[in-house]
């Protein structure tokens, strides 16, 4: 049995399918929907990797690295190995169900949905179609049983599993951390974080939090952000507020970190239960219409929130915007103490 890690990716419009299609119908997705074909997938289970390089080559893309992506996928990944799925702050845990690779040919059309249930539609080209006629980059598919859901990283994920879960290739054999992966599982299984901090912080957030909520309006809350970004070492600026917030974007607060180089916008929503893509948009667009130099950007949205939308996740990762909830900002400032906080 292998350890495997899988980033949920595809291609052009493939976020809003391959996340339910794995969470909601238990199929692991892949690209390459130019070779999404039954014989395609015989000929690599046959001939493996030359088969693969045969069909790039055909393509004129010459060999490109990731094409070993493919082949952990068609080829490398066997009935019961355990895959490892980051997302989110979290990571799940899933096993392969058997030895069979669906294609376009082959996939149940019932199971593509988007993650808002608009169904996709395969049309005379073998390729799929979501509900504006845009193509879908997805080509192969694993069924996949869950094993567990949602094992939060920072209390569950050693050092090791941790940094790993941060590349960016689309899948990797993980073999070599086979024992802190098993560890994570146990420990999750029985609710026990790794450490006595962890466990410490998970008991006092939610009151901290609960504080958050009931003693804060908009604009105390933008100033306990503000406070927390002075407070980790940061000179804060408040952008004044635009007459055109669709086109232009908004940011409530630019935090500098002269010493980094780094200049962090972030987007503050004093919500409850969940927030939406809407602020993922506002920050994206207020970073394309602000330049900052030699500074490095990076975009946040804190949201006193219990939850963000699966559609403000997806945007997100695809924008590389950090998305803080309230548990994780109550996190956040215990890490950073208390000290001269008075509002």
């Known amino acids: 049995m ?7 990716t595809g291609g052009d419009n493939a976020l809003e399918f391959a996340h339910p299609l794995l969470f909601k119908k ?34 004129g893309w010459g060999l490109p690295k990731n094409r070993w992506n493919l082949w952990r996928f068609i080829k490398g990944m066997k009935k019961g190995d355990i895959v490892v799925v980051p997302t989110w702050g979290v990571f799940s845990l899933f096993e392969i169900a058997d030895d069979e690779v669906l294609s376009n040919d082959s996939i149940d059309v019932s199971v593509y949905k988007d ?17 504006d006629d845009k193509c879908i980059d997805l080509g192969f598919y694993r069924k996949v049983k869950p094993v567990l859901l949602n094992i939060p990283r920072e209390g569950y994920a050693d050092q090791e599993l941790y940094s790993r879960m941060k590349i960016r290739q689309t899948n990797a054999d993980i073999s070599f951390l086979a024992e802190s992966i098993e560890y994570a599982r146990k420990a999750f299984e029985q609710k026990k974080p790794i450490n006595l901090k962890e466990q410490m912080v998970e008991e006092t957030v939610p009151k ?9 309006n908009d604009i105390k809350f933008e100033n306990l952000v503000e406070w927390y970004l002075k407070s980790i070492g940061a000179k804060v600026d408040t952008p004044s507020k635009n007459e055109s917030p669709t086109e232009d974007g908004d940011a ?32 994206k667009a207020f970073k394309a219409n602000h ?9 946040w949205v804190i949201s006193s929130c219990q939850d963000f939308s699966a559609k403000a996740k997806i945007e997100a990762e695809t924008e590389g915007v950090r998305l803080i909830n309230g548990i994780e900002f109550a996190k956040m400032i215990l890490d950073a103490g208390l000290e001269g906080l008075n509002l």
């Open 252 to 283: 409530d607060k630019v935090a500098y970190f002269e010493n980094i180089k780094t200049a962090i916008m972030v987007q503050v929503k004093k919500h409850e239960g969940t927030t939406n893509d809407w602020a993922v948009q506002q920050i």
């Open 208 to 216: 901290l939090l609960s504080l958050i909520e009931k003693l804060t």
């Open 291 to 299: 330049n900052y130099g030699d500074y490095h950007t990076q975009m």
């Open 115 to 131: 993650w808002n249930g608009h169904f996709a539609s395969r049309h005379e080209d073998g390729y799929f179609y979501n509900v």
């Open 2 to 8: 292998k350890y495997w890690l899988y980033r949920i």
């Open 26 to 59: 238990n199929y692991l997705s892949i690209g390459w929907s130019d070779f999404s074909n039954n014989e395609f997938v015989r000929d690599v289970k046959e001939n493996g990797s030359e088969a693969i390089d045969k069909a790039m080559k055909n393509e």
